[in-house]
Every structure is written in structure tokens, then in C-alpha cells.
């Protein structure tokens, strides 16, 4: 099944969401990822089980991400305008199509120099207005990123109508051969409001992989998008202030 594949993982885990004021409210749902390397997004692999720019049962497609250049132009770029020398390996974590469909609230892009450390994240994140915003998490030139170290950025971009389009984001990653964690926290003008984290364990992407990410999670895509709606729907009978959308920044990116 995997020939010009040899790379590619799926991690299979949960993702957890907590909101601290002005109710608590919290939730975690069992979710899987894929973990695959930039230099193997573009071409067309795979099956109709799993498939890489086909038609599949699960699969990724390049259109998901970035902004219509090629991926390791649109990835380049992006580095090259935040001041980050990063000539090594790039890694995307992110959740994939299943049956067609995909909604990809946040990816994150690692970025590593040739020697192999990690110098860069890039957060990818989507709205449900289908607007797409990346924050660029590093230091220029390329100072290396320990694991779990704290990665912060200012909130630009509108994403929860139930949060307001200001405060910081706290980013933290830890990568092991076994699991992948990352955690991003939000503080608004009053302090910590919301804490967030995804984390799985790696297995081999192959028809056992895939036939548990199938059987295990169905409809897994859709539902995404379905908890998504689910939870505001929630939060607004629960009283908790509604915000309009905030435009979209003019820009693509912020370091």
C-alpha cells in the first residue's frame, strides 16, 4: 500500500478544550493526525485506501494549505520573511481528509536547520468562514526550539465568535519517536481564558492503520466541523457574551 510512502505516520490521541471564564466549560474528543514530510506533499501517491492528492478513503490533498504556491515555496517564504534560517526537514502535523472531506482547525509546519533542530513552527490556523491565518513561532535567525519550550504570539485573527480578537497565544511542542503533544493556551486582557492541547501516539500509516482510523473514528472529518458548532451552541445557552466576526488582517501571516 505505501509505496513512495515511506515517511508518512498517523498519530492517534485526543484533543482537549477547556474554557475557564465565564462559566467552565470543558470537552476532549478522541481524534488522529497525520504526520508526513513537506518534500512528500506534492506528488500524487498512494490508494484509494489512503491517497495523497487522489481520491481516497483518507488521504491529504495540497489545497488544504498554504496559499496556492507550491507548499515548500509558500513554507520558504514564509520563513524567509520572518528572518528564520531553517535548511533542514519540514513536518506537517495535521488532521486529514476522511471520505472526502476535511476541516483543519489548526496544523502546525516544523520547521528544523540541517543539523536537525528545530528552529520554527508555523501555526496554520482555518476558521469556519473559511479564512486561514499563520502565525510564525521562532526567534531569527534560527534559535533552536527545546521541547516544551514557550512559543508566544499576539491574536490577530478571528476564530470563536465567544473571544475577542485580542491578548497572546502560548504555544508549546514536545515530539518524542513515540507521540507528538502541543499545547496552545489564550490569554485575553484578563488573563488565562482558554487551554487547548492535542497529542497522539505514532503507528505505522498501513491498511491496519488505516482500517482503525476508519473503524475507530467514523466520520471523524465531519465530526470536526460538527463539535465545533456543537460547543458554541452550548457556550451561547450557557449566557456566555457573543461577539461578532472581526474582518480578516490584511495580512497572511504574523511573526
Same mark, same amino acid.
Given at each position: 500500500?505505501?509505496?513512495?510512502?515511506?515517511?508518512?505516520?498517523?498519530a492517534?490521541?485526543?484533543?482537549?478544550?477547556a474554557? !475557564?471564564?465565564?462559566? !467552565?466549560h470543558?470537552?476532549r474528543?478522541?481524534?488522529?493526525?497525520?504526520?508526513?514530510?513537506?518534500?512528500? !506533499?506534492?506528488?500524487?501517491?498512494?490508494?484509494w485506501?489512503?491517497?495523497?492528492?487522489?481520491?481516497?478513503?483518507?488521504?491529504?490533498?495540497?489545497e488544504?494549505?498554504?496559499?496556492g504556491?507550491?507548499?515548500?515555496?509558500w513554507?520558504?517564504?514564509?520563513?524567509?520573511?520572518?528572518?528564520i534560517?531553517?535548511?533542514?526537514?519540514?513536518?506537517?502535523?495535521?488532521?486529514?481528509?476522511?471520505?472526502?472531506?476535511?476541516?483543519k482547525?489548526?496544523?502546525?509546519?516544523f520547521?528544523?536547520r540541517?543539523?536537525g533542530?528545530?528552529?520554527?513552527?508555523?501555526?496554520?490556523?482555518n476558521?469556519?468562514?473559511?479564512?486561514?491565518?499563520?502565525?510564525?513561532?521562532?526567534?531569527?535567525p534560527?534559535?533552536?526550539?527545546?521541547?516544551?519550550?514557550?512559543?508566544?504570539?499576539?491574536?490577530?485573527?478571528?476564530v470563536?465568535p465567544?473571544?475577542?480578537v485580542?491578548?497572546?497565544?502560548?504555544f508549546?511542542?514536545v515530539t518524542?519517536?513515540?507521540?507528538?503533544v502541543?499545547?496552545?493556551?489564550y490569554?485575553?486582557r484578563?488573563?488565562?481564558?482558554?487551554?487547548?492541547?492535542?497529542?497522539?501516539?505514532?503507528?505505522?500509516?498501513?491498511?491496519a492503520g488505516?482500517?482503525?482510523?476508519?473503524?475507530g473514528?467514523?466520520?471523524?472529518?465531519?465530526?470536526?466541523?460538527?463539535r465545533?458548532?456543537?460547543?458554541?451552541l452550548?457556550?451561547w445557552?450557557?449566557?456566555?457574551?457573543?461577539?461578532?466576526?472581526?474582518?480578516?488582517?490584511?495580512?497572511?501571516?504574523?511573526?
Amino acid at each position: 500500500m505505501r509505496p513512495g510512502l515511506p515517511h508518512w505516520r498517523l498519530a492517534f490521541g485526543e484533543v482537549r478544550h477547556a474554557r !475557564l471564564r465565564p462559566v !467552565l466549560h470543558a470537552f476532549r474528543y478522541r481524534a488522529f493526525f497525520l504526520r508526513a514530510p513537506l518534500d512528500e !506533499l506534492e506528488a500524487r501517491a498512494g490508494s484509494w485506501l489512503f491517497g495523497v492528492n487522489r481520491a481516497a478513503l483518507v488521504g491529504f490533498r495540497r489545497e488544504d494549505h498554504g496559499d496556492g504556491r507550491p507548499l515548500r515555496v509558500w513554507v520558504g517564504a514564509m520563513l524567509r520573511e520572518a528572518g528564520i534560517i531553517a535548511d533542514g526537514d519540514v513536518w506537517l502535523h495535521a488532521l486529514p481528509r476522511v471520505l472526502g472531506y476535511a476541516f483543519k482547525p489548526v496544523s502546525f509546519w516544523f520547521c528544523h536547520r540541517r543539523d536537525g533542530a528545530l528552529v520554527a513552527v508555523i501555526a496554520e490556523v482555518n476558521n469556519t468562514f473559511g479564512e486561514r491565518h499563520c502565525y510564525v513561532l521562532g526567534d531569527a535567525p534560527g534559535t533552536p526550539i527545546g521541547a516544551g519550550a514557550e512559543l508566544g504570539a499576539a491574536k490577530v485573527f478571528h476564530v470563536s465568535p465567544f473571544c475577542d480578537v485580542e491578548g497572546r497565544y502560548r504555544f508549546r511542542f514536545v515530539t518524542t519517536a513515540e507521540r507528538a503533544v502541543a499545547r496552545i493556551d489564550y490569554d485575553d486582557r484578563d488573563g488565562p481564558l482558554l487551554t487547548t492541547s492535542q497529542s497522539g501516539r505514532f503507528a505505522a500509516l498501513d491498511v491496519a492503520g488505516v482500517a482503525r482510523a476508519l473503524l475507530g473514528y467514523p466520520l471523524f472529518a465531519m465530526g470536526v466541523i460538527v463539535r465545533i458548532h456543537w460547543q458554541a451552541l452550548r457556550l451561547w445557552m450557557r449566557r456566555v457574551p457573543f461577539r461578532g466576526r472581526t474582518p480578516a488582517v490584511a495580512t497572511r501571516g504574523t511573526r
